[in-house]
């Protein structure tokens, strides 16, 4: 008997988390800001889950069985997607990205000041 109350006891707690995590806690839903930017949040989720219960002496059946379970999640925000002219940009919030993959994603920002500046110093020595 008592393994059909741990049962309806874990489902129910499992029900429960799946309300609260879902893929669009970890992709969020699009954002588009006043200029056409689209930026998307990429979260990172964790969670733990346990759950028990036992038998206990008892003479009425009805209250053989005590038990509980406990649950705890994190959401934490990593980066966000954003997409502006057609151009998509991984940005990484710095306190979750490692120094290499920092550096990696600052190429291409880094890739296109300069070409604005070598441009810039053209335009400026054709006129």
Do not use: R, W, Y
């Amino acid at each position: 008997m008592s393994e059909n109350h741990l049962e309806g006891l874990v489902t129910s707690a499992m029900e429960k988390i799946k309300e609260m995590v879902d893929c669009q806690t970890i992709i969020g839903n699009p954002i588009t800001v006043a200029d056409g930017t689209t930026i998307i949040p990429v979260s990172k989720v964790s969670f733990g889950f346990a759950s028990g219960g036992s038998d206990l002496p008892t003479k009425n059946v009805k209250d053989l069985f005590g038990g509980g379970s406990g649950a705890g999640i994190t959401i934490s925000p990593i980066a966000f997607i954003a997409i502006s002219n057609g151009e998509v940009k991984l940005l990484q919030l710095s306190m979750n990205a490692s120094k290499e993959n920092a550096i990696v994603n600052l190429v291409p920002e880094v890739i296109d000041k300069i070409t604005d500046f070598l441009n810039k110093k053209k335009e400026d020595s054709d006129n």
